[in-house]
């Protein structure tokens, strides 16, 4: 090819391999930017913990509120159902919400009971409101953004939703039962690189 001038230096050292088709070799690491946040310390695993709901209104599950300067990527939402008794209608159903601000999981506030960095070595903290719901409390001031139906057990939801500094994203859930059952809700998130 006129103009290029490739040369072959695969041996000791920092230099890439050509062929004499002038291919050149090289070794890459492809990441998500998941990974690469988690390589960093810039991941978290947000987790209710056991909540037990006994009644049959639609109840709080979940608040967080993004206070970081980077925007927080939530990735995937983590579901465990279990025990719902009595009569029960339908699959539970979860509404997740857009920037809510207010209802009672804001005014008696309740931390989750898991914060943690998915990266174990790192000691960074996530600087967010992050609260969990209870039986029969409320979630308000937002507007509704997807509907997310459980069947007993462990299920896991992929998405891909931004929260720039300040804003927030909420969960309820109603059981579909007239007894009550035992829940966790998490989100699975991490900070986007300001520079992408």
């Known amino acids: 090819m006129p103009g290029v001038n490739l040369i072959d230096g695969s041996g000791p050292g920092f230099s890439a391999k050509v062929n004499e088709n002038l291919r050149l070799y090289t070794n890459g690491i492809v990441q998500t930017e998941a990974e690469a946040a988690t390589d960093i310390g810039n991941s978290y695993n947000l987790n209710t913990g056991l909540i037990a709901y006994t009644g049959t209104s639609v109840s709080s599950l979940m608040y967080l509120k993004n206070n970081e300067d ?4 939530v990735t995937a939402i983590a579901v465990g159902l279990f025990d719902r008794s009595a009569t029960i209608t339908d699959d539970a159903l979860i509404t997740l919400i857009r920037n809510p601000t207010t209802g009672d999981i804001v005014s008696d506030a309740t931390a989750v009971d898991m914060n943690q960095n998915r990266n174990f070595g790192s000691d960074n ?15 308000t001031n937002g ?3 997807a509907k997310l139906l459980l069947s007993d057990g462990r299920s896991f939801f992929t998405i891909d939703w931004e929260l720039p500094k300040g804003k927030s994203l909420g969960a309820t859930v109603d059981l ?21």
């Open 70 to 73: 980077q925007t927080l990527v």
């Open 176 to 196: 579909n039962t007239s007894g009550g059952a035992n829940m966790y809700f998490a989100f699975i998130c991490h900070l986007k690189d300001p520079k992408q």
């Open 125 to 139: 903290t996530l600087t967010a409101d992050v609260f969990k719901g209870k039986d029969g409390g409320t979630v």
């Open 143 to 145: 507007g509704d953004i």
